[in-house]
């Protein structure tokens, strides 16, 4: 089990990264796995998919009525293959490459902002970006950047309610395949449970800035 000074820095980091996914409708694992990934790169990516888990439901319990079911059933479809693929990687790399797979996907989703890309919502688009973003999600605990690229043009409670649905379900599905493959270990489980109530203070800390991004601020956020 990690020590105190572990759930002490990420799970600051934590927190933040739900302010901002509670808000935004994604967020939690750019800001917070690099910190658990420099802090002990072993237990990446259980420790962030299972305190990831919980706020997409939180998410979805305020947000169900603006999912695009039919979109997110394309999407998950495709993260299952993704997910499936990543497994193989966690089992055959070191955790210290992993680590650096975190690092790059951030900079990646960052670099996705620089430019406002609009890609058309259809079946081949939603395949492809759940399973990258299956791959990712399960590879580094990062998988909102493809969805979320879709999407960024849609309404803010359309994005945050279809972003939690596909994360509530996709993240669900890497913890399942990741335990079946014998690369969840009980160090990770512990360090996610341990970073839960990081999570639900900032989902409660973020939600009242759903009312000030809502107001044409949603892709700058």
Known sequence: MPELSFFLVAGTAVLLGAVVQSSVGLGLGLVAAPVVAMLDPALMPGTMLIATFVLPAFTLAAEWRNVDWRGLGWAVLGRT???????????????????????????????????????????????????????????????????????????????RGTLAAFFLVGVLLSLCLLAAGGQLHADEVGAGLGLIPFVAAGFVAGRPLCRVIDVGLMRAA
């Open 81 to 159: 293959p993704g997910s499936a693929a990543a497994v193989w990687i966690v089992a055959t790399v070191p955790p210290r490459a992993l680590a650096a797979g975190v690092g790059a996907m951030v900079l990646v989703a960052v670099a996705l902002t620089l430019r406002s890309v609009r890609v058309r919502i259809h079946r081949g688009s939603l395949l492809l970006a759940g399973a990258v973003s299956g791959f990712t999600g399960t590879a580094t605990s990062i998988g909102g950047p493809p969805i979320a690229l879709l999407y960024q043009h849609e309404s803010a409670g359309r994005i």
